[in-house]
């Protein structure tokens, strides 16, 4: 993370246009490619930001963010720096701890992958990206790569996490074709669509039955 003390001033353009004028002010910059603009008052929401996918371009005095997709805009103009200072987080740091069930699934499933995809063996579990660690990173039968993203209830936002993590990780060549999995106690149909419509695949896992207290249900075939 980059933070920026400065005065600056900012110009915003988009679906409206916004202007702060010269002022000091803190600017912070995610490696996801947040980035936030906030003064020291008015609580914790920032002046002006911009969420990823974003494309920051610093070119002498002036930070432009741009959305990836849209006409949204961020222009930053730096009048007098007093710090700035980049920090390597904690990749743990970039999510909140997984409640009871997300943490146990990510565990059996980590002990039993195969609940995931047939043939799916483990690789790694929290398998680090720049923006944070995917849950699971596994290997098919065919030895190809696949991302696990694990959630008690799969949600659009999960789908949106996975493809996030999932685009990062296939800057690597020899990871260029790795598919991703969704793994939740319920998949919601609205996550389930996007999932399909970006070419992930989704499925719904029962904790009782990864830990041997259920048998799994029976389903028949008429």
Same mark, same amino acid.
């Given at each position: 993370?980059? &933070?920026?003390?400065?005065?600056?001033?900012?110009?915003?353009?988009?679906?409206?246009?916004?202007?702060?004028?010269?002022?000091?002010?803190?600017?912070?910059?995610?490696?996801?490619?947040?980035?936030?603009?906030?003064?020291?008052?008015?609580?914790?929401?920032? &002046?002006?930001?911009?969420?990823?996918?974003?494309?920051?371009?610093?070119?002498?005095?002036?930070?432009?963010?741009?959305?990836?997709?849209?006409?949204?805009? @961020?222009?930053?103009?730096?009048?007098?720096?007093?710090?700035?200072?980049?920090?390597?987080?904690?990749?743990?740091?970039?999510?909140?701890?997984?409640?009871?069930?997300?943490?146990?699934?990510?565990?059996?499933?980590?002990?039993?992958?195969?609940?995931?995809?047939?043939?799916?063996?483990?690789?790694?579990?929290?398998?680090?990206?720049?923006?944070?660690?995917?849950?699971?990173?596994?290997?098919?039968?065919?030895?190809?790569?696949?991302?696990?993203?694990?959630?008690?209830?799969?949600?659009?936002?999960?789908?949106?996490? @996975?493809?996030?993590?999932?685009?990062?990780?296939?800057?690597?060549?020899?990871?260029?074709?790795?598919?991703?999995?969704?793994?939740?106690?319920?998949?919601?149909?609205?996550?389930?669509? &996007?999932?399909?419509?970006?070419?992930?695949?989704?499925?719904?896992?029962?904790?009782?039955? &990864?830990?041997?207290?259920?048998?799994?249900?029976?389903?028949?075939?008429?």
């Amino acid at each position: 993370m980059r &933070l920026i003390v400065a005065r600056c001033s900012v110009a915003y353009t988009g679906r409206l246009t916004a202007h702060l004028p010269e002022a000091l002010r803190l600017i912070m910059l995610k490696a996801d490619g947040s980035v936030l603009v906030h003064a020291d008052a008015g609580g914790y929401k920032p &002046l002006n930001w911009m969420t990823p996918p974003t494309a920051v371009i610093e070119e002498g005095e002036t930070i432009t963010v741009r959305k990836v997709k849209g006409e949204d805009q @961020l222009e930053i103009t730096l009048h007098e720096v007093l710090s700035d200072v980049t920090h390597t987080m904690d990749f743990d740091a970039a999510r909140l701890s997984k409640d009871g069930v997300e943490a146990d699934l990510q565990v059996a499933l980590a002990d039993a992958p195969h609940w995931c995809g047939e043939g799916f063996r483990l690789v790694r579990r929290e398998w680090p990206t720049d923006i944070g660690p995917v849950d699971l990173m596994c290997r098919d039968e065919a030895d190809g790569w696949i991302a696990v993203e694990i959630k008690r209830i799969g949600t659009i936002e999960a789908v949106e996490q @996975l493809s996030r993590y999932l685009e990062r990780i296939r800057l690597d060549p020899a990871k260029a074709d790795c598919r991703g999995v969704l793994a939740a106690t319920i998949v919601k149909p609205q996550a389930r669509v &996007l999932a399909e419509s970006r070419g992930l695949t989704w499925v719904e896992v029962d904790l009782a039955v &990864l830990r041997g207290e259920r048998e799994p249900a029976l389903t028949l075939f008429g």
